[in-house]
């Protein structure tokens, strides 16, 4: 079994900053990609960010590059996503996903999911 969990959700101003964590548990020997998506109300999922096993090769969504950051700490329990200049259109749940699979896989078809964290960005 893996375990995600979402945290660092919250509200937040047009142009603030906000940084949501992941954190992994269980079989995580398993684990290689880590992935954030987002789903607001009345759309669907759609991919924001992924990492390599190894933290050093990252992916981003044309909609949120140069403004969202995806990283994995040393012990490679926790995965971070950085986002700065937010927007309403950032307003959504994010969710956190895992693939036994390279960074192409957990973009397409993640083997894990955490249960979402809310981020909502307001004018």
């Known amino acids: 079994q893996v375990q995600l969990v979402e945290s660092g959700g919250g509200l937040v101003q047009v142009g603030g900053s906000l940084r949501l964590s992941c954190a992994s548990s269980?079989?995580?020997?398993?684990?290689?990609?880590m992935a954030w998506f987002r789903q607001a109300p009345g759309k669907e999922r759609e991919f924001v960010a992924a990492?390599?096993?190894?933290?050093?090769?990252?992916k981003y969504a044309d909609s949120v590059k140069g403004r969202f950051t995806i990283s994995r700490d040393s012990a490679r329990d926790t995965t971070t996503l950085e986002m700065n200049s937010l927007n309403p259109e950032d307003t959504a749940v994010y969710y956190c996903?895992?693939?036994?699979?390279?960074?192409?896989?957990?973009?397409?078809?993640?083997?894990?999911w955490g249960q979402g964290t809310q981020v909502t960005v307001s004018s």
């Open positions: 990492v390599s096993g190894s933290g050093l090769t990252t």
């Open positions: 996903a895992a693939a036994v699979g390279p960074i192409k896989d957990v973009t397409e078809r993640p083997d894990y």
């Open positions: 269980g079989r995580t020997s398993r684990i290689n990609a």
